[in-house]
Structure formats: C-alpha cells, structure tokens
C-alpha cells in the first residue's frame, strides 16, 4: 500500500472553567459568519457555529493555497456527559442538514443582561489579527481597526478574546496600550454556546450550559510542514448547575483524501495523533 497524501491533526483544549449561570433566555437564529482564513499554505473558512472547514456548499480546507486541493470537507467541536439522573447532554455540529447545537455569543452571568438572543446578534462574526498588525501597534502605536474592535471585554467589563493589559485594570483599551494576545501570525477568535435555541443535531433538547471560546492561528515560517499546519485553541466554560460526570470532548472531522469512499484513518494515543490515508495507489 501506497501512502500519497497524509493528514495529520492537533488542537489545544484548555481546562473547563465553571460558573453559576444566570439566564438561559433562547430565541437565536444560526451563525451566518462565514470568514475566510489564509495564513502561511492554508486557506479555510471559518462558520460561526462551531462548524468550519466547509461554506456549507462545498470543502473550503484548501492546502497548499492555491492549488485547488481541499482534502477536509468538515469539522466540529462535539461534547458530551451525564448530568442528574443519568440525562445524557451532548451538543455538536456536522453538516447543519438537521439544524444546529450551537449558537454565537457568550452566556451572560449577569442578571441585567439576560438576553442570549440579543448576544448572538452582536457576536456572530469572527474577530481577526495579524502579527504584523500588533508589532506596528507597538513599535508606532498604529491602531488598526482589528485592534480597535477586538472583543477584550463584553458589555459588562468581563474578559471575553485574550490581550495584554497594560495597566492590569482589567479593560481592554487600546488607546492606553493593550492589544490582542495571540498565537501564530494571524489568529481568528470568536465564541459560542449550546443554550441560545433547542438541539438538533443530536435529538436532544437537554442544554448542557457551555460557552466555547475558539481560536485558530497559523505561523509564516518556512519549516516543511509547520508552512501547511493550522492550529485550534478551545476554552471551554461549563455554566450548567449540576456536575457533568463521564464527559468527553471530542474533534469530528470529515476528510475527504481525494476519492472520499476509499479514506483510510488511524491513531496513535501515545501521541495524541489522528492520520488520514488512502486505501489504495490512486488517490484520484
């Protein structure tokens, strides 16, 4: 057998944090967001709902640029666990053929600000830096306008997409010198939750109660391989009032390695690795 092309995948999960939840006020529309992300040999797009790599038409994970070349058709972010009485909560997203689980905009904690829908609205976009953006910022104090609206605080002053504070006040507020924190040379941020509307992509209308907050980023190096890599940030907020026991997360991913019908897939657990190969010699 033949190895033609290889795909190998990562991501960082950080620890979940916790939090009493306050409202959980439904009434939100599916993520329109769709940006189109192109650092180094990568270019994908990026939907607002948990889902990327697709537009909801077509495969959009297109490496090396350029080429025409898009062996991902899908991906997501799927959670799951068991909260009181044994109730199964799970939440996730594939193709939006049945709907969806998750929905933009952060859960609010606050008891003045109880609208989920209202959120959506406002964060259903994803929020983009680039390296040399920050490094003319701080060498000249250029503020661009992706510096300007990076989401370092909602609202209500709590902290939402990563940044330096300068004056560790705990606002963001590139005018005294904060700027966005990222990895990589160009990062996209945006964040969202499985309690805006009811679940349908799994047939289950029990709400976990999380908030994710995703990053992914890439670096313009020359080193083979690190030039075609993207990476993925989660942080996970659990907001829910019971304890989740047995709880999983998990990357779907749907690689379509030219002939779709004749992928091949592995692991390696040692490595926290997963690798997609074709079956046979022709990878069409």
């Keep these: ?32 967001s769709q940006f189109d992300f192109s650092v180094n040999k990568v270019r994908t797009t990026l939907l607002g709902g948990g889902d990327q790599f697709f537009d909801l038409k077509s495969a959009k994970y297109e490496v090396p640029k350029g080429s025409g070349k898009n062996p991902i058709y899908g991906g997501a972010i799927w959670i799951g666990g068991y909260g009181k009485e044994n109730v199964l909560k799970t939440a996730g997203q594939t193709y939006r053929q049945r709907g969806n689980d998750f929905w933009p905009g952060p859960i609010s904690t606050d008891a003045n600000n109880n609208s989920v829908a209202n959120q959506c609205i406002d964060y259903d976009k994803h929020f983009f ?10 060498k000249s ?12 605080n909602d609202a209500n002053n709590h ?12 606002i963001y507020e590139p005018i005294k010198g904060d700027y966005p924190k990222i990895n990589g040379d160009g990062m996209a941020w945006w964040i969202y939750n499985d309690i805006g509307n009811i679940h ?17 980023y890439a670096f313009n190096l020359p080193y083979a391989g690190l030039d075609q890599a993207l990476f993925q940030h989660y942080q996970l907020r659990y907001t829910g009032t019971d304890t989740l026991d047995n709880t999983f997360v998990g990357i779907w991913l749907d690689p379509d390695l030219g002939n779709a019908a004749d992928d091949y897939i592995g692991c390696d657990p040692s490595q926290h690795l997963c690798y997609v190969y074709n079956g046979d010699d022709n990878d069409e």
């Design 1 to 32: 057998m033949k190895i033609k092309t290889l795909i190998m995948g990562t991501c960082l999960i950080s620890g979940i944090s916790t939090s009493a939840i306050i409202a959980q006020t439904s009434g939100c529309a599916p993520s329109s």
């Design 129 to 138: 830096v680039s390296r040399a953006e920050i490094d003319a910022f701080k």
């Design 141 to 152: 104090n250029v503020i661009s306008d992706n510096i300007k609206n990076w989401p370092g």
């Design 159 to 170: 902290p939402l997409a990563p940044y330096v504070d300068i004056d560790k006040n705990g």
């Design 200 to 216: 349908r992509v799994f047939d289950n209308e029990t709400k976990i109660g999380i908030e994710i907050r995703q990053s992914t």
